[in-house]
């Protein structure tokens, strides 16, 4: 059973126990932002909370976030991150989005940043009235996944590059994962443990996942899994 806690009027997390996702609303229509990982009827959920059209974007496909996606036959999502959807078994036609995108809910713009590395399509959303930034996996404060296929380190260290040059845009960070809100000082210090990471200049400890050998990056702000 998820959790509902609405964070302002027209914001509202999802908590399902392994992820977060998030319904928004604007004064026309409504949207869900992922959908869990063991939430099928994320849709209830939304649709609960507002009686808006409801439209579903996903900052990502890995398998904890898109559970509840087959309730829509359109998914905003980036184009870079269809073969990982289609992976996941994710379903539904795509409505590419990519940066500098604005989907407008009603007085309510939400611009797409593309922050690739953690996926190849993943993006950020920033809520620009509201002055925050719904960040996906890729800024948080717990576990971050960089081992396996579609993850690759170096563009993530320049997607949170990038990512600082946007922070007097926003004051607050909610991510899928840890901590909400986190703040933006999180986005330098995880480029700089990236950073440490792929020059090799961090040791890992050794931990089996889902049967893989990985290793884990502790830093005291988060930690990166990676190979
Ligand atoms: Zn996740």
Redesign the pocket.
Known sequence: MAEIIRIDRQTWRIEDGM?RFFVLEGDEKALMIDSG?NTPDAVKYAKELSDKPLEMLNT?A?R??ISGNGAFEKIYMSSNEEANYRAAGGKGEIIPIKDGDIIDLGNRPLEIIDIPGHTPGSVAILDINNRVLIS??SVQDGTI?MFGEFRDIHSYIESMKKLETYKDRFDAIFP??GSLPVNKDLIGKLAGGAEEIAAGRVKGEERDMFGNKVMCYQFPYASFLGT
């Open positions: 992820v990982m990502h890995d904890d976030h996906g996996d996944f899928s994962h």
